[in-house]
């Protein structure tokens, strides 16, 4: 088992599928009444589970990072532009209530992108998106 040194990190990556109405998997939404109804985010005193995480990172002097990825579905640019708030806003909530509970992590910009319109290697794109937060954690 290796010890963890000074510039250990661990970078996770949510990436949730949007889709035209706004709607996303089940499991999302039933995360986010879980984060409401236990209060998490509004809490003044740290969350159970955010100290425990806080706790295992310190414990391993690891940082922790976290990005948030949007992947819209819209097929036209049209619909993309006219429709963007009501695709992501379901994930936007979601990301801020992730930032919001675990308050001690390094949490980078969401990215909100359609997927059927821009490719991964697009100008702003995934691609370019991921390797901008990863070469911010170096």
């Given at each position: 088992?290796?010890?963890?040194?000074?510039?250990?990190?661990?970078?996770?990556?949510?990436?949730?599928?949007?889709?035209?109405?706004?709607?996303?998997?089940?499991?999302?939404?039933?995360?986010?009444?879980?984060?409401?109804?236990?209060n998490?985010?509004?809490?003044?005193?740290?969350?159970?589970?955010?100290?425990?995480?806080?706790?295992?990172?310190?414990?391993?002097?690891?940082?922790?990072?976290?990005?948030?990825?949007?992947?819209?579905?819209?097929?036209?640019?049209?619909?993309?532009?006219?429709?963007?708030?009501?695709?992501?806003?379901?994930?936007?909530?979601?990301?801020?209530?992730i930032?919001?509970?675990?308050?001690?992590?390094?949490?980078?910009?969401?990215?909100?992108?359609?997927?059927?319109?821009?490719?991964?290697?697009?100008?702003?794109?995934?691609?370019?998106?991921?390797?901008?937060?990863?070469?911010?954690?170096?």
């Amino acid at each position: 088992m290796k010890a963890a040194s000074d510039d250990d990190k661990c970078f996770n990556i949510i990436i949730l599928s949007c889709s035209a109405d706004g709607s996303v998997d089940r499991v999302v939404r039933k995360l986010l009444r879980k984060m409401k109804s236990s209060n998490i985010t509004t809490s003044s005193a740290p969350s159970d589970s955010n100290e425990e995480m806080l706790n295992i990172a310190g414990r391993n002097s690891v940082a922790v990072a976290v990005a948030v990825a949007l992947l819209g579905h819209a097929r036209c640019e049209n619909s993309a532009q006219q429709m963007k708030d009501t695709i992501y806003n379901t994930g936007r909530k979601f990301g801020k209530q992730i930032q919001e509970a675990f308050l001690g992590f390094q949490f980078f910009d969401t990215l909100e992108v359609q997927a059927e319109l821009d490719g991964p290697d697009m100008p702003g794109g995934f691609d370019e998106w991921l390797q901008s937060s990863f070469h911010s954690l170096q």
